[in-house]
């Protein structure tokens, strides 16, 4: 089974960096994803990560580490538009296809 | 990029009757279909797992006779909620898997259903 734990909420001022963390335990780990989501949308991918280290991607970067069951991803120069939950999602593939088992989300508040 | 159409965007209906919602896959072969549904300000929660031409996997406490889940081809996968009831008004969300597609999920946009 999965556990996936983030924090509920984080709140940042435009043009600040914030930092979520995400903390898992699986089975079948195979592959960490972040989702950026607003209200009534459908998620919007952020990144990925299979091998520890850093993935930078403009504004957005994702960390992963393995052995510690370990992830964050980071929103730098914050922009009102940032403000959305941030999912963090691990893929299963136990049973080959691959789920993919969500947290609860952050809810990011980006202040002016 | 890799579309997934999910039809209809919002549906009320009255409770005790059905519903069904589908998901297209528009340039890919959706080889697997993910099923989420999701109640206002939690996560997503899978609640099954089909494949082109098999029978879903249920999530544990999804109710299978309730959520029919059909994957009988590789571009369609379908949710039909039986005899709705209020509790099941949800946004329900699906993803799919495709060939071809590397590590990649394509969602659809969601599905608001209010059961009245």
């Known amino acids: 089974g999965q556990n996936i734990d983030q924090p509920t909420e984080m709140t940042a001022t435009e043009g600040a960096i914030v930092q979520i963390n995400c903390t898992y335990q699986t089975s079948g780990f195979n592959g960490l994803f972040w989702y950026q989501q607003h209200a009534g949308e459908a998620p919007t991918f952020l990144s990925y990560n299979v091998l520890d280290g850093l993935e930078e991607k403009g504004r957005f970067s994702s960390f992963l580490s393995r052995s510690k069951g370990y992830s964050y991803l980071l929103l730098k120069e914050l922009q009102m538009k940032d403000s959305a939950s941030y999912l963090c999602a691990v893929r299963d593939e136990t049973d080959s296809w691959g789920k993919l088992q969500f947290g609860a989300g952050t809810q990011v508040v980006v202040t002016p | 990029g890799a579309v997934v159409s999910q039809h209809p965007s919002w549906v009320i209906c009255k409770s005790g009757t059905s519903v069904k919602i589908e998901c297209r896959s528009l340039?890919?072969?959706?080889?697997?279909m993910f099923w989420y549904r999701q109640f206002p300000k939690q996560s997503l929660m899978l609640m099954a797992t089909s494949n082109e031409g098999s029978k879903a996997t249920y999530e544990q406490g999804v109710e299978k006779d309730k959520f029919l889940i059909n994957h009988a081809s590789l571009t369609l996968s379908t949710l039909t909620v039986t005899s709705a009831h209020p509790e099941d008004s949800s946004f329900y969300i699906c993803?799919?898997?495709?060939?071809?597609?590397?590590?990649?999920?394509?969602f659809g946009s969601g599905t608001r259903l209010t059961v009245v």
């Open positions: 993803s799919a898997r495709g060939r071809g597609r590397g590590y990649g999920y394509t």
């Open positions: 340039d890919f072969q959706a080889t697997t």
